[in-house]
């Protein structure tokens, strides 16, 4: 069989590249991607588009129109006053991962440099344990904890540091107890992970260079833990703005704070849901609550992508 | 090794750290210790001081159907829904770790968002979608909606047991003749493997903790946030704490499985690969 | 030896005319790989620019050159692992040019070893056997031949884990010698080992190589390595083949300023030619006037070349012997290495020299530092090289 031996320099392809397009790409990701698409993305969707629904005579009407929206704006200060509920809900939500971050940080940094290692897998699994627990059922615990006649206003009078209980419950505080219980172990796990990876060459530089424990800290190992830090923000701002249960069962619905005695704007949404009249205009909420949502989560990506 | 750290570190810090590490311990474990210990207090209402010990919720938990039912009903669809999870987060995965494409960063971020967004709004999202499919009220519903839930860890987690395996075995593979899909099954898959069971029983865990939620969706209160509303507006039965007490130990077994296989992922993944 | 290799003319005429050749005559010419016109661009960057290179049956060729030069790319480009955007490549005459990775049996020993950590020695070794249908039987005799070939015999069940580098290195060239391959490709394979075991190594695969007959593609940045086990050496320098020849070869008689650098010890002088006279080319440098002769060195007045000397060829002058070229240079220290000393000096220029002799340091350290020396080599030592093109 005689065969063309072909001239050298010609152009020629091969006709499969371990990095190209494969069948196989495909093939891997199309389960993700289509269950994603369809019980995820689409409901989302839908959610969204049912916020732009109308009402009739009291039945939902398929449609375009920004009646809700305008309905929802008309009543943001006045009557709904979903305004307050906003504040409330972002103000809760700052205080509550701000504080979260001020206390978990100190946690990661002594289970990172003062816990020997081998302790430190077991220390960090422990801290973890909270998840293990049904959230319901700790905020359950939580209130026979913080209650008037509560371990621990039971406590503290014993102890003769107050001489009556301290209100906890039904006020924003108990809503951020119990949400920090919540975000305590993951913004833990985070900021450690963030600290365990850092160059511990740069600490020991940074000493034999002259600084001092404080310097060492503020202007190596923080700047170096931003990423985590943000990572943290942006999941402890989003858990908090979206959880309801917190506020309910700890915060009494419409807990007492600094800002006034207001609900969460999640507990609105709740409320309105449950209360089932309006289902568009209860849609056109929760995109709202969305779209805050979308705002943090897109800070927080360009931020961490500005360090990079 | 930590006498070195501590050569470094004041002893006023040091004490004060730890100092610092047993309050916060007590902050995480203070409600579950009240959990388990009021399960055996023998009060309708947990309240100090303490009235006696008993087993009666316990008790009174085994004759209740009803919770027992939908303990059994989590323990049938957590393992499905992680297993679902598992594997559809097993081939994405792979095609992560290993295509370059455009769009790739977007698709990440596709697959991460729905841990992100709260169970509310997707309770509300995926019954709007569930009422019109006439699928609500259902446990089936349940496993759907917690495999979307489900997956974000799993890729999450199978993609770093892939990050850390080295790049040329899976170019050995192909070099000495294996097909893409031969490589996958017979080299990649082995390696993941550590990956894929922690992924499974961590996602699990989350499963199983939604347990709460299966015992209303699946009882007589179709809707959601209904229940919720109702369970919240009604009187609390102690018997709730045993549950708490149960899934908890059951949660520890799984706990230990997590931590002897995923931890080594998170902390030592380079020295593992090192042994090669 | 093959005898047909060594018949073979310089140049093909078929190949230039394009008059079509039966595969059988291809086969005939005895080239195990033929790679030819190939070129790989990345963005701007010419990889690798029209690497033209043909490997004779049971030939044990090194690839070398400094990191970055191209050489693991053009490998991997052999192995199918990477595209390249022209040229072909053909095995034993048959274009693989469009065959995907899995089909084109250039078994790999990489740089890592790339043992699956999954399965233990055996089931490494006989990975590529069970991809497809076989008999277990055949399977298992192969496996025994090929451990015994590696001294394996006695580890075949153990786990990957438990093996030390040279024995993962003998898993790894198992594994890629069992599926019977004509030609075997090596990254670097002695990178991960120790030193004393590497020297070991290289005599034992060249042992391998040669009773096999098959070709071994070698790619190194270690010109120990690549010198005492190759026929012939190829070295790369930024995507291009410098030279090619004979480890000999390509030590005496470097072609480019690169390869007078890269390998061996040579110094460097550049100058131009002043005078050619029957026997010689005198080349006036900074450093002084230098003779080469002139017959294996064709050069005209006024071309600008550059002068190497080997180190090793450099002795202190006596007084003034006739057919040696000299230079002044100051003495800044030494480097002892075993049996041989390297002197480093410097010249007046600020350039430095260095000189190699084989002595005892005892001998050196006679000479105090900053002490003026002569160094001569002989004129039939010297190299031109023609000027750099850069």
Known sequence: ?308 | MSTQRKQGIDLGLAIAGWGYLLLGFLFLMLPIVTLIAFSFEDARFPTFPWTGWTMRWYQELLSDGRLLQSLQRSLIVSPLAAAIATVIGFFAAYALNRFNFPGKNLLSTLFIVPILVPPLILGVAFLGLLSRLNLQGQVFSILLTHVVILMPTAIALISLRLAQMPKDIEEAAWNLGANEWQALYRVILPWAIPGIAGAWLLAFTFSFDEFIIAWFVSGFQPTLPVSIYTFLGANLSPSLNAIGTIVFGISVVLLTGVELLLLPLLLDGRSSSREM | MNPLSAAKPQSNPSLQTGVPLTENAIAATAHDLEIRGVSKQFGSLMVLNNINLSVKAGEFIAIMGPSGCGKTTLLRIIAGLEGMTSGEIRLQGKDITHLPVHRRNTPMVWQSFALFPHLNVQQNITFGLTLIPHNRADVKRKVQEVAKMMHLETMLNRPISQLSGGQKQRVAIARALITEPKILLLDEPMSALDPHLRVRMQGELKRLQQTLDISFIYVTHNQNEAFSMADRVVVMNQGNIDQVGTPTEIYSRPATHFVAEFVGNNNLFDGEVVSVSEKTVTVSCPQGRMQALWHEQPHQVGDRVTVVVPAERLSLASAGTPGENTINATLRGFEFMGSQVIYFLETDTGYEVRMIRQEALDQSLSIPINSKLQLSWKIQDTILLGEQIQ
Not at chain 1, 35 to 55: A, E, K, Q, R
Not at chain 1, 120 to 143: D, E, H, M
Not at chain 1, 194 to 219: C, E, P
Not at chain 1, 250 to 257: E, K, V
């Open chain 1, 1 to 308: 069989m005689t065969k063309q031996i072909s001239i050298p320099g010609k152009r020629s392809r091969i006709r499969w590249l371990p990095q190209d397009n494969s069948l196989l790409k495909y093939i891997c990701l199309a389960p993700a991607v289509i269950y994603d698409s369809i019980f995820f993305l689409l409901p989302l969707v839908f959610l969204v588009w049912i916020g732009f629904w109308s009402v009739e005579n009291y039945r939902a009407v398929p449609g375009f129109s920004l009646a809700n929206y305008s309905d929802i704006f008309s009543q943001f200060f006045v009557k709904s006053r979903y305004a307050y509920a906003i504040a409330q809900s972002l103000w809760v939500a700052i205080t509550t991962t701000a504080l979260g971050i001020l206390l978990c940080y100190p946690f990661a940094m002594a289970l990172m440099f003062l816990v020997p290692e081998r302790l430190q897998r077991l220390l960090l699994v422990l801290a973890i344990t909270p998840f293990w627990t049904s959230y319901i059922l700790r905020l359950y615990a939580w209130q026979t904890i913080l209650n008037n006649n509560g371990l621990l206003n039971t406590l503290l009078i014993q102890l003769k540091w107050v001489e009556q209980p301290v209100t906890i419950m039904f006020t924003q505080w108990g809503t951020r107890i119990g949400l920090l219980h919540y975000l305590a172990p993951i913004i833990i796990l985070i900021l450690y992970l963030v600290l365990r990876n850092t160059d511990r060459s740069l600490l020991g530089a940074a000493r034999n260079l002259g600084a001092t424990q404080w310097q060492t800290f503020w202007r190596v190992i923080l700047p170096l833990s931003k990423p985590g830090i943000v990572y943290s923000a942006v999941f402890g701002l989003i858990i908090s703005l979206g959880d309801v249960l917190s506020g309910i069962i700890l915060g009494g619905g419409t807990g007492q704070s600094v800002l006034g005695k207001f609900p969460l704007f999640s507990t609105v949404i709740l409320n309105e849901y449950a209360a089932s009249t309006n289902l568009p205009r209860t849609s056109a909420l929760a995109t709202i609550l969305i779209g805050i949502m979308m705002i943090i989560l897109v800070s927080g990506l360009k931020l961490t992508e500005s360090e990079s």
